[in-house]
């Protein structure tokens, strides 16, 4: 891959990241999705923004690789879906957790039959954000370019990683609260959820918990119970030994519990390589939009739950 142009907000970052990986800096953002040779556009700006920026991207008939969440609304999710299709080009979404190693060997594992049938999920993300994380942004913690709180923004990870292994949501219950920071969305929630396959779990989202604990996944089936805890195996009880074992890859990956900052980019390195791939050979990357759009539907339909204060069904 080559970098050929950067646009955003703030001129003088993207002139410096141009400086220091080549390519044209642009303040204008037509200017910039209208540059000549460039395929693939990678959108990281705030999360309510993200459609508005991919459409104008997708309506040049070019790529585009978004940041989670995909974005803040399924229903503005759905006319970008339809905008894509209608220019055959390819949506893709950054989650990276879906590259782990470990994650990738569970993933196929329950899709063999390994884990036997779904019955309990409990997924924990108690992490802390200091006060400045807040302050100091203007987008974080609105429901404008948030979207939401913790769940939105630092739990769609998690949400993502259910659904990709333990299939859709039927139906859940919610809350959610600001019990410590001064933000106009929640830092804390909580929501039970019923898979479509008849499986129950609970989804527990903070950034309240100083000082931040690694995520935590406990997924149980017929056949045994594993736990994952920042993407690796942390526990394996299966009633049969699986024909291979996890990877047990070394690294630093509990840094997101007390800390915004991405240290390990492998990752993301691995999902650009895969959406790089899908658009040469015209198959589905990693996430694409449609699966992407899944996480959002939940967290939205999570937040009408706690609004409403009774269960919400998902279609």
Known sequence: MELVACWGRDAAKAARITSAYGGRAYDDLDAFVAHAGMQVVLIGTPSGLHVEHATRTVRR?????????????????????????????????????????DVVWLRELISSGGLGRPLIASAQVK??????????????????????????????????????LFGDVARVTGMARTMLH??????????????????????????????????RLELTGSEGTIVVESD???????????????????GNVSASASS????????????????????????RPLCDGRDGRRSVALVQAIYRAAREGRPTDLP
């Open 127 to 164: 992490w802390y954000r200091p006060p400045e994380y807040y302050a100091g942004s203007r987008w974080r913690g609105t429901w404008a370019l948030d979207g939401g709180g913790a769940l939105m923004n630092q739990g769609i990870h998690t949400v993502d990683l259910l659904l990709w």
């Open 182 to 215: 001064r933000i106009e969305v929640e830092d804390t929630a909580f929501a039970s959820v019923e898979f479509a396959s008849g499986a129950i779990g609970t989804i527990e989202v903070t950034t309240a918990a100083y000082p931040g604990f690694p995520r």
């Open 232 to 250: 690796r195996i942390a526990s394996l009880d299966l009633r049969t030994k699986p024909e291979t074992m996890p990877p047990r890859t070394p």
């Open 61 to 101: 008939g070019l790529h585009v690789l978004v940041e989670k969440p995909l974005d803040v609304d399924v229903e503005r999710i759905d006319r970008l879906l339809a905008d894509a299709e209608r220019e055959g080009v390819t949506v893709g979404v950054i989650f990276q957790d879906r590259t782990a190693p």
């Open 260 to 283: 915004p900052v991405v240290s390990d980019v492998s990752g993301h390195r691995r999902v650009i390589a895969d959406f790089v791939d899908a658009v040469r050979r015209g198959r």
